[in-house]
């Protein structure tokens, strides 16, 4: 229990995390053969580590490692990776392309790890509302603005300025 609590552990893991995304982000269409081995093979390599963090947090908190969200989050983001995988390496074509967004999910326990970043995040989440209202009247005084110089300036002549595309027979 110990070990899974110190610095060390969770400092490794944080590292872990971000060699995880910058090696995610270079990923690329046309990527040789030679490449896209090698980076399913890195992935491999970092989905068994991670699934080893698992394995060390569940033997330190037993049952009560499910009572923590972000253990579950974390289980849930290993899992996907490793059924992905598999259903990838056994049948040779990548079907379920979209399970890899649960590796992208791997960045989302950064914020985990840094308590500074959870702050912000709690704080932005809690400004969202306030930031959808600020969108609407935004729009509602586009809208209006819009509506008017149609009313007025509809019909104008083409001219320097005003052509075909750029006019105010419509809103659009």
């Known amino acids: 229990w110990v070990f899974a609590e110190s610095d060390i552990f969770n400092f490794g893991a944080l590292s872990l995390i971000v060699l995880s995304t910058l090696m995610m982000a270079t990923e690329s269409y ?14 491999w390599m970092f989905t068994m580590i ?3 963090e698992i394995l060390i947090r569940l033997t330190a908190y037993g049952h009560r490692f499910f009572y923590e969200a972000w ?12 059924i992905e995988q598999l259903v990838a390496a056994s049948i040779g074509i ?14 989302i326990r950064i914020v985990r ?12 989440a809690s400004a969202f509302p306030a930031l959808i209202s600020a969108v609407a009247l935004v729009l509602i005084v586009s809208f209006i603005f819009t509506t008017i110089g149609v009313q007025f300036f ?19």
């Open 154 to 172: 509809a019909g104008l002549k083409y001219g320097y300025l005003i052509d075909k595309k750029r006019n105010f027979d419509n809103s659009w």
């Open 30 to 43: 046309d990527a040789s053969s030679d490449y896209v081995n090698t980076t399913d093979n890195i992935n």
């Open 71 to 82: 253990n579950n989050f974390d289980l849930f983001v290993v899992v996907t990776a490793i």
């Open 113 to 124: 790890r840094l308590p500074r970043l959870h702050t912000l995040i709690k704080a932005l």
């Open 94 to 107: 990548k079907v379920l392309r979209a399970l890899r967004i649960s590796r992208i999910f791997r960045t």
């Open 50 to 52: 991670f699934s080893l």
